[in-house]
């Protein structure tokens, strides 16, 4: 009978795809981890894996396995979650994703709120682009994540946490009224200061802008908006900045921002979980958390 020891093995082993490392990983001796792949091949009757000199590659039944044997240990885990929700709501560990668009903005607001009201919970932060994290989620490697909602996913559930308005962020001018609101006409595409590729704040930033002249192939993909922010101050063109990083971001006197007309462009962040957890309890808790101290902090609620 194959154990759920095996099945970790064998993740661990198509993840990393090197034998000393995913022994590393599960924290055993490499012959140990080589022994219990070869009992379960032996126990399947098929393959698993390729064996190089200095690393593996998985058979097409090998991957097979694998995709199986993930689902399986999602749902032990999911098992496990269960039963420790049942005894104390949003206690031991709790792997949360959160995009670089929020997280350094909104990260030192609720971890103390959550540390205070919930001393029990292990919370494990990992800061990565939606559709990665998305991914990591809807595999079980982590538990929830908060991005800009909506999701299209029928796996996925999702609830609102706050809107998140968008400034337009330029460099200061004397004969700039910072009063005066702006309007998606007023932007010039090609002036426009996005981050990279992959980012949902740079899709939401054109997404606004449709109907403009697409940014030139030579505008700057930036990896962070500090950099953007930079740029902005530079007088290298504007960028819209959500307005939760703007306390953080403007602390340069040569940046100017300035709101939008009505209807002002805005995104709204949510938290994000699988249908199938059986954490509903837990998510419910942290909401009523998150929410209490996005909306002291001055956010703007939503829901």
Known sequence: MISLRQLRYLEALATHLHFRKAADAVNVSQPA?????????????????????????????????????????????DLMDYAKQMSSPLSGPLRLGIIPSIAPYLL?????????????????????????????????????????????NAGLASEPLFTDRF???????????????????????????LLEEGHCLRDQALNYCQGLPAPGKNALGATSLATVMQMVAAGYGVTLLPEICAEVEVRDERVLLQRFQDPQPARTVGLVWRKSSPR??????????LRTTVSEAGCRMVG
């Open 167 to 193: 400034l337009l962020a330029r460099q200061a001018d004397p004969d700039l009224d910072p009063r005066k609101r702006v309007r998606a006409s007023d932007l010039n595409a090609q002036n426009m200061l």
């Open 33 to 77: 981890l080589s022994m219990q792949i070869k009992d379960m091949e032996a126990e399947l009757g098929v393959q698993l894996v390729e064996r190089q000199p200095n690393m593996v590659r998985l058979t097409r039944e090998g991957e097979e396995v694998v995709t199986r044997a993930r689902k399986i240990l999602t749902d032990v885990r």
């Open 108 to 152: 030192p607001r609720i971890l103390p709120a959550l540390a205070t009201s919930h001393p029990e919970l292990q919370l494990t932060i990992r800061e990565t682009l939606t559709e990665p994290m998305t991914q990591e989620l809807l595999a079980g490697d982590l538990d929830a994540i908060i991005i800009a909602l909506p999701v299209f």
């Open 280 to 289: 509903k309890q837990d998510f419910e808790t942290l909401l009523e958390t």
